[in-house]
């Protein structure tokens, strides 16, 4: 079982749709969840942390389940813009960087 | 405002030989480190260094050497490149390596295909 796991995708929804994907994660010991965002042929850049209580920021949720062991990120009136790849980072350690594990990504593509 | 710096953005090397991929950060940060990105793999530590004048082995070390240069700089070299070191490498900064509450700042990569 890999550490991180994402669905791939991708997820093809239209204009204004509310979308949202998970990821889980092995290490029950992982102690920061991160969502990146990642577009066609880019570096990935950090979207949003994702904290025990949940955490908004406009149109994006973050939510953790430490019970089982997942993150989730909703998208709600989607934009042709979000399309990207999201990837999902768990920090399972704050002793190494090593423990940094990233999972390899959702596809997400809005059409008109 | 330049943030992660990479050099050189394409490379086609043959089989055997070296290269030094260069990496530069103008934000005063502690850690760099140097990804490497495969279909479906997700992104994979090579190396990374905590502060200046250290570096410790990521989950695929095997193949490259890397310098911490001085505060800014961490560059990634292979020494005799093969087909499987083909792919998208990144190198990214952080304040500190101890959390990512920080986050990492990515340079825009490399892409790098040997043949």
């Known amino acids: 079982r890999k550490e991180v796991e994402q669905d791939p995708g991708p997820f093809n929804v239209p204009e204004g749709a509310t979308v949202a994907f998970n990821c889980t994660y092995s290490?029950?010991?992982?102690?920061?969840f991160f969502w990146y965002r990642q577009d066609c042929r880019k570096e990935p850049k950090l979207l949003m942390s994702v904290y025990s209580s949940g955490n908004e920021d406009g149109r994006f949720t973050a939510q953790l389940n430490r019970a089982s062991q997942y993150i989730s990120l909703l998208i709600r009136d989607s934009k042709l813009s979000d399309s990207a790849t999201y990837l999902c980072?768990?920090?399972?350690?704050?002793?190494?960087?090593?423990?940094?594990?990233f999972g390899s990504g959702t596809r997400l593509s809005i059409r008109p | 405002n330049a943030g992660v710096t990479q050099t050189p953005k394409f490379q086609v090397l043959k089989t055997g030989q070296s290269m030094t991929l260069q990496c530069a950060q103008d934000?005063?940060?502690?850690?760099m480190y140097w990804y490497r990105q495969d279909p479906g793999m997700g992104l994979r530590l090579i190396y990374y260094?905590?502060?200046?004048?250290?570096?410790d082995k990521g989950e695929v070390p095997n193949g490259y050497n890397v310098s911490r240069l001085n505060k800014r700089e961490f560059s990634l070299r292979l020494e005799s490149a093969a087909p499987s070191q083909t792919s998208v490498y990144f190198c990214?900064?952080?304040?500190?390596?101890?959390?990512?509450?920080?986050?990492?700042?990515f340079g825009s990569g490399t892409r790098l295909t040997v043949v």
């Open positions: 990214a900064s952080s304040e500190a390596h101890t959390a990512l509450n920080y986050g990492y700042t």
């Open positions: 260094s905590a502060s200046e004048g250290t570096t």
């Open positions: 934000m005063n940060h502690n850690s």
């Open positions: 980072v768990v920090n399972a350690g704050y002793s190494s960087a090593s423990k940094i594990i």
């Open positions: 290490n029950s010991a992982s102690q920061s």
